[in-house]
């Protein structure tokens, strides 16, 4: 299998999909970089070492983060507080990785092996209830960024096949409402025209 200059970039971001480097998850971000429109120093989550990475495989010189993207710290897990969640789902609507479950005025809970502490949810939340808890060192890098990876694509996926579906079927309503009506009337249509006509004679 041949390997693209962003599949190589993509490798070495911390696939947290937290959109800090200011593109929709780490692939874009790679994708920015492989063809110069994005610097390397976007990547808070993947900090200084993840600069240094890139700038290795590159040949660039390596760049302090830029602040304007946000600090490095060290990496969090979300955890809902149970007692105060009230299931109104925006939590799960903005996981780039599907790792919240529940239902509407249901509790929710984080999947905490496959959160990558992207903290989105943080700001979505509207009762304060997602505490941020110190992400496991094993956590940080190898089989857990891939399987984010893998997760990130099947959930933009799923995202592109249900607006598919929805425009389809508001396409289909629009063609069966036009059917419902029915073709203009020609006569009707010339009056209406002729009377607009007049109208405007008399202004």
């Given at each position: 299998m041949t390997h693209t200059l962003a599949d190589r970039i993509d490798a070495l971001l911390p696939q947290t999909q937290c959109e800090q480097c200011g593109y929709h998850g780490c692939r874009p971000y790679a994708e920015a970089i492989a063809s110069d429109a994005a610097p390397i120093n976007y990547c808070p989550p993947g900090g200084?070492?993840?600069?240094?990475?890139?700038?290795?495989?590159?040949?660039?010189?390596?760049?302090?983060l830029d602040p304007a993207h946000g600090i490095e710290k060290p990496r969090t897990l979300a955890r809902i507080v149970e007692a105060d969640c009230i299931g109104c789902t925006k939590c799960i609507q903005v996981c780039p990785v599907d790792a919240i479950v529940g239902s509407a005025k249901l509790m929710h809970t984080v999947i905490a092996?496959?959160?990558t502490?992207?903290?989105?949810?943080v700001p979505a939340c509207p009762v304060d209830c997602i505490a941020l808890e110190p992400m496991p060192e094993a956590q940080i890098d190898g089989?857990?960024?891939d399987r984010a990876r893998n997760h990130f694509q099947?959930?933009?996926?799923?995202?592109?096949?249900?607006?598919?579906?929805r425009e389809a079927e508001l396409?289909?309503?629009?063609?069966?409402i036009g059917t419902q009506v029915g073709p203009v009337?020609?006569?009707?249509?010339?009056l209406a025209r002729a009377k607009a006509k007049q109208q405007d004679s008399e202004k």
């Open positions: 200084a070492v993840g600069i240094a990475k890139l700038a290795a495989l590159l040949d660039r010189p390596t760049l302090p092996d496959a959160c502490g992207c903290e989105l949810c089989p857990h960024a099947r959930r933009e996926g799923r995202l592109a096949r249900e607006r598919a579906r396409q289909a309503r629009k063609a069966q009337n020609p006569v009707l249509a010339a």
